[in-house]
C-alpha cells in the first residue's frame, strides 16, 4: 500500500511540475482555434451571396484582432507568420494600405523566406502602385525584389518589367495605353 501511494504521490508530483508548459501550449492551441473557427465561418457565409454581402467590415476587424493577438503573442511561429499575411490581405481589402503595408513589411522583416513571399512582394508593388498617394519608389523596390525570386515565370519578369519602364503612368493609364501585357497581380 505504501508503495501504491508513493507511486500515486510521484505521478502527481510530476503531472503538476508539468503543468506550466501544457497550459502555454493551451492558450497557444485556443488562440489558433479561435481564429481557423472564424475563418471557417465567415467562409461559409462567403458561399451564399445573400450572406456574403451581409458581412461586415466589424467582422473583418474582429478577424484582424484574433490575427494579432497570435502574431503577438507568438510571434517566431510559423502560423504567425501566415497571421500577419492575412492580416495584410485584409487590410487591403478594406481600402487601409497603411495598415496592410505595415503587416506585409513586418511580416518580411521577420519571416523573409516566407513561403508566399513572390505574393506578398507583388501585393505590396501594387499596394504602392494603386492607391493614393502613389510611391514609385517603393513600386520599384518591391518588384525589384520580385524579380530576384527564383521561381517567377519568364512571362511574370517581362510584365514586370514593363511596368517599370512606364512608372510615369499611374496603373490605370497603363492599362488603358494597353501596354500591360498580363496583369500584374492577376495570379499570373
Do not use: W
Not at 461559409?44 to 466589424?58: C, E, F, G, N, V
Amino acid at each position: 500500500m505504501k508503495t501504491f501511494v508513493s507511486l500515486l504521490l510521484l505521478a502527481v508530483l510530476m503531472l503538476t511540475s508539468c503543468n506550466s508548459n501544457p497550459e502555454k501550449q493551451s492558450k497557444k492551441t485556443e488562440l489558433r482555434e479561435r481564429i481557423t473557427n472564424y475563418e471557417d465561418s465567415l467562409a461559409k457565409l462567403q458561399k451564399d451571396p445573400q450572406k456574403a454581402a451581409k458581412i461586415t467590415s466589424l467582422a473583418q476587424i474582429e478577424l484582424i484582432n484574433r490575427l494579432t493577438a497570435y502574431s503577438r503573442a507568438y510571434p517566431k511561429d510559423t502560423f504567425s507568420a501566415d497571421c500577419l499575411f492575412k492580416t495584410h490581405m485584409i487590410y487591403e481589402h478594406l481600402r487601409a494600405p497603411r495598415e496592410a503595408r505595415a503587416y506585409a513589411d513586418t511580416l518580411l522583416e521577420r519571416f523573409p523566406n516566407y513561403k508566399n513571399r513572390s505574393l506578398l512582394l507583388e501585393s505590396m508593388a501594387s499596394s504602392y502602385d494603386i492607391n493614393m498617394p502613389r510611391d514609385t519608389s517603393k513600386v520599384r523596390y518591391y518588384f525589384n525584389l520580385l524579380l530576384q525570386e527564383p521561381h517567377i515565370t519568364k512571362q511574370k519578369k517581362k510584365d514586370i518589367k514593363a511596368r517599370l519602364e512606364r512608372l510615369d503612368l499611374t496603373f490605370e493609364q497603363y492599362i488603358l495605353k494597353g501596354d500591360a501585357g498580363f496583369l500584374v497581380g492577376q495570379g499570373n
